[in-house]
């Protein structure tokens, strides 16, 4: 079996096939832990995970400290408006303070893109991204690849659609470099306003017809409109986004009977998904939630180890 080399984990489009299906088949193994009455076991006993979140979270943060406890690692956690940042000191100074408590791994999100890559340059603690601005969210996409496969059985030759706001979704390029290395097709489909430029680098079909985008996709992937991160109005309303865009009942009748339905989150009921949907038979979005802890506990194990 390969083995894990690196320090640090802050994006997939640096690693290979055979480094992501390590990380698949290391959460595969560690998923039964949270199903045991005693959900913990000694791998990371004596080390310390520090969890420093510059931007709001539910979902990463809070699996992030339960797949560090699952592992019997101890937790800090940094927020930017109570940390020193706030009286002026540098990311890079903190994180140098931060390290010389002798913590081992940090997991870092932030809004600028390239924050934690810049944190592992400086640092020799390994480096997790949770998200940098519009750029990667690794564990996102390696948790949405752990359902993909485990739903479907495979990833290779899959149809995925990504659907919504692409140009701000760092949940967007981390599926598109993890699902295209694994053998899927991958297309986005959003308003011209919402597709990034430069998106033709990418390995991806593009399409502006939802309906196109829904038909024959084994899998819709729908993404959240990120109102905090766009600078001007890019569509009319949310209301007419919804309408042409949202994913609801009715758009589904063009989708494939077995079609998956995932939705990194937070969810905007009624905006880019109908509760309907959301919540109907083919959802599987709390399942991608479940397996989120997983893959976590994967990555903090596999980082520990690499590098040394
Ligand atoms: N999917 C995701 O990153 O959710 P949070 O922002 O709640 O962590």
């Known amino acids: 079996m390969l083995n894990w080399k690196h320090k640090d984990l802050l994006g997939l489009e640096e690693l290979s096939k055979e480094e992501i299906e390590l990380i698949l088949e290391t959460a595969d193994s560690f998923k039964e832990i949270s199903l045991r009455p005693i959900k913990k076991v000694p791998t990371l006993r ?27 690692a101890d937790t800090v956690s940094i927020s930017a408006t109570t940390s020193s940042i706030v009286k002026g000191e540098t990311l890079k100074d903190t994180a140098k303070n931060i390290e010389a408590m002798k913590v081992d791994i940090i997991v870092m999100r932030h809004s600028s893109s390239g924050a934690p890559h810049l944190l ?10 949770a998200g940098d601005g519009c750029h990667e969210h690794p564990t996102q996409a390696l948790l949405d690849m752990f359902t993909i496969k485990e739903k479907k059985g495979r990833i290779s030759g899959l149809k ?12 967007a390029r981390s599926n598109i470099w993890g699902l295209t290395k694994l053998g899927a097709e991958v297309t986005v ?8 430029q430069g998106i033709e680098k990418f390995p991806v079909k593009v399409t502006y017809d939802v ?20 600078k001007s109005n890019l569509f009319p309303s949310l209301r007419e986004y919804a309408l042409n ?21 937070p969810i905007n009921r009624g905006v880019e998904i109908s509760p309907e ?32």
């Open 46 to 72: 004596g080390k310390t995970v520090v969890l420093f979140f510059f931007e709001p979270s539910t979902r990463t943060r809070t699996s992030f400290e339960l797949a560090a406890k699952r592992l019997s």
């Open 120 to 129: 592992a340059k400086a640092v020799e603690a390994s480096v997790i991204n």
């Open 160 to 171: 995925v659609s990504i659907i919504g706001d692409i140009a701000h979704s760092r949940v």
């Open 189 to 196: 489909c959003g308003p011209p306003t919402l597709i990034p």
């Open 211 to 230: 309906e196109e985008a829904i038909r024959d996709a084994d899998v819709l992937n729908i993404l959240r409109i990120q109102l905090e991160r766009q």
């Open 245 to 265: 865009f949202g994913i609801d009942a009715e758009k589904l009748k063009f989708a494939k009977p077995e079609v998956l339905i995932m939705h990194p989150g």
């Open 277 to 308: 949907v959301a919540d109907g038979p083919y959802s599987v979005i709390l399942e991608q939630v479940t397996n989120g802890l997983a893959v976590r506990m994967a990555v903090l194990y596999l980082v520990s180890q690499g590098g040394k």
